[in-house]
């Protein structure tokens, strides 16, 4: 029969680091157990972060950070007035991106040990997330979708009417600095001359992270017919907006 028991290990399965270091949530890592005052002698608690410590308590004195977690750590920072409690929870300080990984609680005493490990990833949000097409040279149409300075290597996917595209040319690029990712998703238009709505969505694998975006492309034969017709009589391009504004306006009507 064991004295000591770890009933839950509060660690996310992922946590966004904001950039805007004035609007972050705090990230704080729990570990909640019971243990007997009669089989608290010896008792140490530690954390570690992939099989590495990198945090160690001991009740009466002051915790101690180890390895590249040094400065990143709140010591000071606790939960519960308790002395087997006081500081068994890590609250970080501007957390860093290569901060993935599995987190193990282990709290032991001379006659008993417990431990639990939970996995958590790091997610640092885009800088650039776009959604457009272009026309080439040889006549083709490309449709791109960028994200740019995103952590970790996300997946990103086109659609078109709500269908994945599979012929697509991926580029991605690990910055040295940082190692943060570009990732460029393109894809040439089989059929250029029909209407059609243009996605582009963006997950990190284990995660809840999604971004989702959206815009029309327009017939391509039809651009150029109004083109042409606006540049042979500018009315024509005034009496063209009027009838959408209208159009649209009727529509919006129609909601209320």
Known sequence: ????????????????????????????????YEIDENDSKGFVLKWKHNDLQIYQWIPS?????????????DIDYSESDDRFHKHSALKF??????????????????????????????????TDFSLGYQRETNGSTVVFCNVGEIYPLPDVSLLIDDQKVSDVVVFEQAQDHTGYYNVSVQHILPDQNKDMELECEVTIPATDYK????????????CFILGAAFRANPATLQVFLCTMMTVTLARMLTLF
């Not at 004195?61 to 750590?73: A, C, E, L, N, T």
């Not at 971004?211 to 039809?222: F, G, H, K, N």
């Open 61 to 73: 004195r002051k915790p101690v950070v180890f390895s590249s977690f040094k400065g990143h750590i």
């Open 1 to 32: 029969i064991t004295c000591l028991e770890i009933s839950n290990l509060r660690v996310p399965s992922s946590y966004s680091i904001n950039r805007d270091e004035a609007e972050r949530s705090p990230l704080v890592l729990g570990c909640d």
């Open 93 to 126: 300080v501007n957390p860093m991106a290569n901060y993935t990984g599995n987190y193990s609680c282990q709290v032991q005493t001379y006659q008993s040990v417990a431990s639990q490990t939970a996995h958590m990833q790091i997610i640092v949000p885009e």
């Open 211 to 222: 971004l989702r975006t959206s815009m029309p492309y327009l017939d391509i034969s039809l």
